[in-house]
């Protein structure tokens, strides 16, 4: 696996191109399960991982898949080897209610309590990757980015990034740091499928977000970029967001390219993310090691230049009725996952799709599943 830098002119990282997300370790996918995942990822080459604070609210308690990699890393001797990026924000401060109205939010005592407690899950000495997990509205920005840049400064993190935020807030926040230590990463959620453009919906990769990372030499990094198993298993329904006439356009063309690499989607999809002039970094989360090796391979695929620029122009062709989508595919998918050379490995529970957000934290919508 290729291995990328995160550098904000004060701190450096080096971490391989592919970042696990560890979302559902502890609960929906066993502690056994994921200490064997970790250990193929980590064979691989793989040396970044992605955490947060509240994983595991939903179905039990918050900070499970920080426990189980600080255990995974302690068993296998690999603290302090390992880039952990987790987060802050979205914790209950209600146990056994997980919904957002009780969330920590983005106060300074919040954040600087729970580096301290994410310290302790991942026994770990600094977070190598703080990421503020939402955009809290209720809080003066100020604070915030004060309590952050001091952990970063105390070297109780290294780098910092925002999740789950809208574009200018993000800058607005780097320009509040006056020179002291601030976001260098954006982790929002993206695809190879364009979202159906919605108002209330600030999370995602967008052509500004792009703009801003080149400029500022940010590092952006793409969750959710399987669509939780859609583009594999045709028994999972694309999130609504994502099913609309220019993705089905795009699903064809999708699947006409890995049909003729011998690949299955969703290493076409990883593929795209990884390649460019300016990659993002995927976070997959897999629930099996069969699915992590098919990940994995995602790293060796080439994408020539004529691929890349039909994936790129796909979704220009949809305002033509009779554009691929309508070529002997159901919502783009073919009618068959053999037809196109996918190999899928499906556990029955989907991830549940996005759902709009609300009010004073704002957006929101994946960071605590
Ligand atoms: N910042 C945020 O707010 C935020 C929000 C969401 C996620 N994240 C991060 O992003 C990570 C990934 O999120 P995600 O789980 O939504 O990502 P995803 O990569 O879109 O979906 C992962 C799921 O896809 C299915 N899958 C993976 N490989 C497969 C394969 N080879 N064949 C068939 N199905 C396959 C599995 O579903 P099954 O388990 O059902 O088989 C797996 O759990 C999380 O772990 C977390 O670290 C961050």
């Given at each position: 696996m290729?291995?990328?830098?995160?550098?904000?002119?004060?701190?450096?990282?080096?971490?391989s191109?592919?970042?696990?997300?560890?979302?559902?370790?502890?609960?929906?996918?066993?502690?056994?399960?994921?200490?064997a995942i970790l250990d193929r990822f980590r064979d691989a080459g793989g040396t970044?991982?992605?955490?947060?604070?509240?994983?595991?609210?939903?179905?039990?308690?918050?900070?499970?898949?920080?426990?189980?990699?600080?255990?995974?890393?302690?068993?296998r001797?690999v603290?302090?080897?390992?880039?952990?990026?987790?987060?802050?924000?979205?914790?209950?401060?209600?146990?056994?209610?997980?919904?957002?109205?009780?969330?920590?939010?983005?106060?300074?005592?919040?954040?600087?309590?729970?580096?301290?407690?994410?310290?302790?899950?991942?026994?770990?000495?600094?977070?190598?990757?703080?990421?503020?997990?939402?955009?809290?509205?209720?809080?003066?920005?100020?604070?915030?980015?004060?309590?952050?840049?001091?952990?970063?400064?105390?070297?109780?993190?290294?780098?910092?990034?925002?999740?789950?935020?809208?574009?200018?807030?993000?800058?607005?926040?780097?320009?509040?740091?006056?020179?002291?230590?601030?976001?260098?990463?954006?982790?929002?959620?993206?695809?190879?499928?364009?979202?159906?453009?919605?108002?209330?919906?600030?999370?995602?990769?967008?052509?500004?977000?792009?703009?801003?990372?080149?400029?500022?030499?940010?590092?952006?990094?793409?969750?959710?970029?399987?669509?939780?198993?859609?583009?594999?298993?045709?028994?999972?329904?694309?999130?609504?967001?994502?099913?609309?006439?220019?993705?089905?356009?795009?699903?064809?063309?999708?699947?006409?390219?890995?049909?003729?690499?011998?690949?299955?989607?969703?290493?076409?999809?990883?593929?795209?993310?990884?390649?460019?002039?300016?990659?993002?970094?995927?976070?997959?989360?897999?629930?099996?090691v069969?699915?992590l090796d098919?990940?994995i391979?995602?790293?060796?695929?080439?994408?020539?230049?004529?691929?890349?620029?039909?994936?790129?122009?796909?979704?220009?062709?949809?305002?033509?009725?009779?554009?691929?989508?309508?070529?002997?595919?159901?919502?783009?998918?073919?009618?068959?996952?053999?037809?196109?050379?996918?190999?899928?490995?499906?556990?029955?529970?989907?991830?549940?799709?996005?759902?709009?957000?609300?009010?004073?934290?704002?957006?929101?919508?994946?960071?605590?599943?």
């Open positions: 290729r291995t990328r830098t995160l550098n904000d002119g004060r701190v450096s990282l080096q971490v191109e592919l970042c696990l997300g560890t979302m559902y370790f502890g609960y929906r996918t066993p502690e056994d399960v994921a200490f970044f991982l992605d955490t947060a604070n509240n994983y595991g609210q939903w179905h039990g308690e918050a900070g499970m898949s920080e426990r189980v990699i600080g255990r995974w890393m302690k068993s001797g603290t302090g080897q390992m880039v952990i990026a987790t987060k802050v924000g979205a914790r209950t401060t209600v146990p056994g209610d997980p919904d957002m109205r009780h969330w920590q939010g983005l106060g300074g005592q919040a954040i600087r309590a729970d580096a301290d407690a994410s310290r302790r899950n991942l026994g770990v000495d600094r977070l190598d990757l703080y990421y503020a997990h939402i955009d809290d509205r209720s809080t003066p920005l100020e604070e915030t980015v004060d309590a952050l840049a001091g952990l970063a400064e105390r070297d109780t993190v290294g780098l910092l990034g925002a999740s789950n935020t809208a574009t200018w807030r993000i800058e607005r926040a780097r320009g509040l740091a006056h020179g002291r230590p601030s976001y260098s990463c954006v982790q929002q959620q993206h695809t190879y499928l364009p979202a159906q453009p919605d108002p209330g919906q600030l999370n995602l990769i967008t052509e500004e977000l792009k703009d801003l990372a080149a400029a500022e030499n940010l590092t952006l990094l793409a969750y959710s970029p399987l669509l939780g198993g859609a583009y594999s298993d045709a028994g999972k329904p694309l999130p609504a967001a994502y099913d609309h006439p220019t993705a089905q356009v795009r699903l064809a063309v999708l699947y006409e390219v890995a049909a003729e690499l011998g690949a299955s989607a969703n290493q076409v999809v990883l593929a795209w993310l990884l390649s460019g002039d300016r990659p993002v970094i995927p976070i997959p989360g897999a629930s099996s069969a699915q098919e990940i391979a995602a790293t060796e695929l080439k994408l020539d230049d004529a691929q890349l620029a039909r994936l790129a122009g796909a979704g220009a062709l949809a305002s033509s009725p009779s554009g691929p989508a309508g070529r002997g595919s159901r919502n783009g998918r073919p009618r068959s996952r053999a037809s196109a050379g996918v190999k899928t490995h499906h556990s029955s529970s989907p991830t549940p799709p996005p759902t709009s957000a609300p009010s004073t934290v704002s957006l929101s919508q994946c960071a605590a599943r």
